[in-house]
C-alpha cells in the first residue's frame, strides 16, 4: 500500500457524460500528478499539481481538467466523454516538485473507467 | 520530445533462466526508474537509478543505468513464477520547474515452471 488513495476504483458510464475522480495523496506530499493508462496509448502524463497550483502539463485534451484543493487532495475531471477515454487513470503523489531533486512518485492504486 | 523504447515487449522465459529487459531513451535524463505492475494493479516503484554508472539489485532482479548510452538495463536471475508481470522503466524529464515520467511501453514477463 503506497499511501495514495483514489475513488472510485470503478466507475462506467455513457458517452458525452461527465465525471470527477478523486485522489489524496500521501500524508505530507504536495504534489499530485494524474496518468492515464490505455491498451493504446500506454502510461501518459496527464498534468501536475503542487501545493495547488499545476507545475507541470502532459498530453491532456481540454475536455479534462484538474485541480488540487488545500487539503492537497486532487481531482480529475472528464467531460464529453467518449469510448477511447476507457482507461486506468493513477494518481501519483510526492513530497517535492523540484526538477533536479529526488522526486520519487508513489502510485494509487488508480480508478477504471469504462465509457460505453 | 522524449522517447522511451523498451524491448522486447513480451517475454516468455523457464524458471531458473536469465533475461534482460533493455531500455532505451533519446534525450538526456539522470533519473530513471524501474516500476512492477501486476494485473489490473497499480505500478510497484522496484528502483530508482540517479546517475551515470549506478546499479542497483534486489533479489533476483538488478538495474542499471548507463546515461552515456541512454540505456537502463533489468536483468533477471533464476527466474521464478512470481516474477510474472509488467515491468516499465520511466525517464524524469524536467519541465516548468518541475518533472514528468516518460514511461516505455513495458515488458510482460511470463515465467512458466
Known amino acids: 500500500d503506497s499511501g495514495v488513495t483514489q475513488t472510485p476504483k470503478h466507475l462506467i458510464t455513457a458517452t458525452g457524460q461527465r465525471v470527477t475522480l478523486r485522489c489524496s495523496p500521501r500524508?505530507?506530499?504536495?504534489?499530485v500528478y494524474w496518468y492515464q493508462q490505455s491498451l493504446d496509448q500506454g502510461l501518459q502524463f496527464l498534468i501536475q499539481?503542487?501545493?495547488?497550483?499545476?507545475?507541470a502539463k502532459g498530453n491532456i485534451l481540454e475536455r479534462f481538467s484538474a485541480q488540487q484543493f488545500p487539503d492537497l487532495h486532487s481531482e480529475l475531471n472528464l467531460s464529453s466523454l467518449e469510448l477511447g477515454d476507457s482507461a486506468l487513470y493513477f494518481c501519483?503523489?510526492?513530497?517535492?516538485?523540484?526538477?533536479?531533486?529526488?522526486?520519487?512518485?508513489?502510485f494509487g492504486p488508480g480508478t477504471r473507467l469504462t465509457v460505453l | 520530445e522524449l522517447k522511451v523504447e523498451q524491448n522486447p515487449l513480451f517475454l516468455s522465459m523457464q524458471e531458473g533462466k536469465n533475461y534482460t529487459i533493455y531500455c532505451n531513451y533519446s534525450?538526456?535524463?539522470?533519473?530513471l526508474y524501474w516500476y512492477r505492475q501486476d494485473p489490473g494493479k497499480s505500478l510497484e516503484s522496484l528502483f530508482v537509478?540517479?546517475?551515470?554508472?549506478a546499479v542497483k539489485q534486489e533479489g533476483r532482479l538488478m538495474a542499471s543505468l548507463d546515461t552515456k548510452a541512454r540505456l537502463s538495463t533489468l536483468h533477471i536471475t533464476a527466474a521464478v513464477h512470481d516474477l510474472s508481470a509488467t515491468y516499465f522503466c520511466?525517464?524524469?524529464?524536467?519541465?516548468?520547474?518541475?518533472?514528468?515520467?516518460?514511461f516505455g511501453k513495458g515488458t510482460k514477463l511470463t515465467v512458466n515452471p
Open positions: 501519483a503523489s510526492s513530497y517535492s516538485s523540484l526538477a533536479g531533486v529526488y522526486n520519487e512518485q508513489f
Open positions: 500524508s505530507g506530499d504536495l504534489s
Open positions: 499539481y503542487y501545493n495547488g497550483e499545476e507545475r
Open positions: 534525450t538526456t535524463s539522470d533519473r
Open positions: 537509478l540517479l546517475s551515470n554508472g
Open positions: 520511466a525517464v524524469a524529464l524536467p519541465q516548468g520547474g518541475s518533472e514528468k515520467l516518460v
